[in-house]
């Protein structure tokens, strides 16, 4: 992965598990590997967005979208979109029955994001919106 994407995100990432800095990503990366998915798009060998999530509650079966980041220079062209819908129906096949997602209320792009994918607010942390979203 290029780094010049990461100096355009966001330097809190909170998964819903703690809240790493910019600096730890190449921690929460180990953790996601262990535990989760990344999925991403790159195009000519540039990284211009990814997901990472984690569907390995198969208890609960609750999948758990963690974070999308989409370029600034390519975002409203549905990358964070069709990352999202690639991730849910990944879910599905592997028979999650819901996902949740925390966002940053002030996050209105995620959010709206979330929203058109058919999250709704399941409840409020503080400054985040706990969002879920049924999948069956």
């Excluded at 921690?27 to 999530?53: N, P, V």
């Excluded at 974070?67 to 069709?82: D, E, H």
């Excluded at 129906?89 to 959010?111: Q, S, W, Y």
Aim: proline fraction near 2%; glycine fraction near 8%.
């Amino acid at each position: 992965m290029k780094t010049k994407i990461y100096n355009m995100m966001h330097p809190l990432i909170n998964d819903g598990s703690g809240t790493y800095e910019m600096a730890d990503l190449n921690a929460y990366i180990d953790k996601i590997t262990d535990k989760g998915c990344i999925i991403t798009i790159t195009e000519k060998g540039e990284l211009q967005a990814f997901l990472a999530g984690y569907a390995n509650d198969y208890e609960s079966k609750t999948g758990f979208l963690s974070m999308t980041v989409v370029s600034p220079l390519v975002r409203r062209m549905g990358y964070g979109r069709r990352l999202m819908e690639f991730f849910l129906t990944d879910l599905v096949h592997k028979g999650f029955e819901r996902c949740l997602t925390e966002v940053k209320e002030n996050n209105t792009p995620a959010i709206n994001t979330c929203r058109r994918a058919g999250f709704h607010e399941l409840d409020r942390k503080g400054s985040y919106i706990i969002l879920e979203k049924r999948l069956k």
